[in-house]
């Protein structure tokens, strides 16, 4: 069953089109991997999913409902969540506070919301640092508190930004494999990835942004093998 | 100068400076919130003042009874002062900001003045008279409750952004509000309840003050002044931030009129306030 469907999106910014006519599809419970190079149109792709940045044409459907047009808050309330590849953590608050604001979308009780949240800060392995400031935390450790708040919403579609982007090579695994343990909870994750290896490891389907244009969409095996993908981006995989 | 007057002074200050405190916790809720200085701030006390005198005038209800309906009225002040303008330029330059809240608070005094004129007026015999005496210092009753009521608006101001869930969901807004709406927190809807508390909090301030103030078009005008001393030396956006600053510039105000002459007692608060954008322009708790 498709839970998103993309048709046609289209964005410019003066002169420049950020995305043009990218249409794709996404199956329930599945990971989407997005790659391309710098400025593909990879966030903005997410921007204009999420209503963060208003799209000029196309169609977004949400399950049966067609989301094209919403405000983000009421995209979010619907269970699309997401994460940002410029992290954008609630500094001044305490990781749990952050967490409970999520929380509180689904659930209004303070003491349930709380109870949800230290059970997701559980999830992403943080429990030990849910009363620092997020402010306190490192780059690794504001990821998990992203993709925490995230979770809280109870998402049924999760867009994650460049998880593994801008932290070190040991904290890479515990993150890709926290992606793995994020799948199995059922809810369904698009993922733009600049670390091609993790996005074979962890998609279903991949698809592929070259200056705004979707220039492939299939399995990972076959993306890697598709000679505009190489020429425009895989150029520089290792296993290719 | 005996010891006597000197704590006859810092209870005055510290009475004063809540008042101050919770005038300016409005200010800088709203500034933290959306990044607008809300330079009505001062008219929207005088209109607080004056919801008390006409409630009293017109229906004989004591301002000590008619605080809630003031209170509401200046929420309600607030959503539409939001709906009607602050929506609007929330996107625009400062100076277009600063213009249409400028504008917003001409608009409101001449109205004011047309409607009400610029007579004093005051309100004869309230529930709340008279003074009590403890040891060697004198308390104005209606000074102590409204700046007891003020303190405890404030610990529930204080409680309500911390502790609650659209506390929380204002904090989330004021610090990044596109994270928040991706959180499904609707922003639109946190500014206007930012402006509804924030007003709320005058009213009570107001309210309390009309017991025992002059009330005409011109009132708030100091007041908001100070407010805006508090709200730079607390730091922008920060709450807890207004309250040592109002108790500062109230015992400052009282202490500098006694110690050294009272007829400069706004000279000292804006020492102060010069101190504090020459040498800690983020003020006390600020963030920006």
């Known amino acids: 069953m498709k839970i998103l469907s993309v048709e046609n999106l289209s964005r410019s910014f003066g002169g420049i089109k950020a995305n043009d006519n990218v249409s794709f599809s996404v199956e329930q419970g599945s990971i989407l991997g997005i790659i391309g190079p710098n400025g593909a149109g990879k966030s903005t792709l997410f921007d204009l999913i999420t209503g963060y940045t208003k799209a000029e044409s196309g169609k977004v459907q949400f399950f049966d409902k067609n989301i094209f047009g919403l405000s983000p808050d009421k995209i979010s309330n619907l269970g699309v969540g997401r994460t940002f590849q410029k992290l954008k953590p609630f500094a001044d608050q305490t990781l749990l506070e952050n967490v409970m604001i999520g929380a509180f979308v689904k659930e209004k009780n303070v003491k349930k919301a709380r109870d949800n949240a230290l059970e997701i800060i559980n999830f992403v392995d943080l429990i030990e640092k849910r009363h620092h400031f997020a402010k306190e935390l490192s780059t690794g450790q504001r990821k998990r508190l992203e993709m925490a708040r995230a979770m809280a919403i109870e998402p049924k579609l999760l867009l994650m930004d460049e998880v593994t982007g801008g932290v070190d090579q040991k904290t890479i695994p515990g993150l890709v494999e926290l992606i793995k343990k994020m799948k199995k909870t059922g809810v369904t994750i698009i993922t733009i990835e600049h670390n091609i290896n993790i996005i074979m490891e962890i998609s279903d389907n991949v698809l592929a942004l070259d200056q705004g244009k979707s220039i492939a969409f299939g399995p990972p095996r076959e993306i890697q093998k598709n000679k505009q993908v190489i020429d425009s981006y895989l150029g520089t995989f290792d296993a290719a | 100068m005996t010891s006597e007057i000197i704590l006859q002074a810092i209870v005055t200050g510290l009475m004063m400076g809540l008042i101050y405190a919770l005038i300016a916790a409005g200010l800088s809720l709203i500034f933290g919130l959306m990044e607008i200085v809300n330079f009505a701030h001062g008219e929207h006390l005088m209109l607080s003042m004056f919801s008390s005198f006409w409630l009293w005038s017109l229906f004989g209800l004591d301002p000590l009874f008619s605080i809630p309906i003031t209170i509401l009225l200046l929420a309600f002040c607030g959503v539409i002062t939001h709906y009607f303008l602050i929506r609007y330029i929330l996107k625009a330059k400062m100076l277009i900001q600063i213009c249409a809240t400028f504008g917003l608070s001409i608009f409101i005094r001449s109205i004011a003045q047309l409607l009400w004129t610029p007579d004093f007026r005051n309100v004869d015999k309230p ?162």
């Not at chain 2, 202490?255 to 504090?276: A, C, E, M, N, Q």
């Open chain 2, 127 to 288: 529930l709340l008279e008279g003074r009590i005496e403890l040891g060697s210092v004198f308390i104005g009753q209606p000074q102590l409750y409204a700046s007891l009521v003020c303190l405890v608006a404030f610990v529930g101001l204080y409680l309500f952004v911390t502790k609650t869930e659209t506390g929380l969901a204002l904090q989330a807004t004021a610090q990044d509000r596109h994270a928040a709406e991706v959180l499904g927190i609707p922003s639109n809807k946190m500014f206007a309840i930012g402006w509804a508390i924030g007003l709320g909090c005058v009213g009570v301030a107001g309210g309390m003050m009309a017991n025992y103030f002059f009330i005409f078009t011109d009132v708030g005008i100091n007041f908001a002044l100070f407010a805006f001393v508090a709200v730079a030396l607390g730091g922008f956006g920060s709450i807890i931030g207004c309250l040592y600053a109002g108790i500062i510039i109230g015992l400052v105000e009282s202490l500098g009129g006694l110690l050294i002459d009272p007829s400069f007692k706004l000279l000292y608060v804006f020492v102060i306030y010069l101190l504090v954008v020459i040498y800690k322009p983020q003020g006390l708790f600020g963030r920006y």
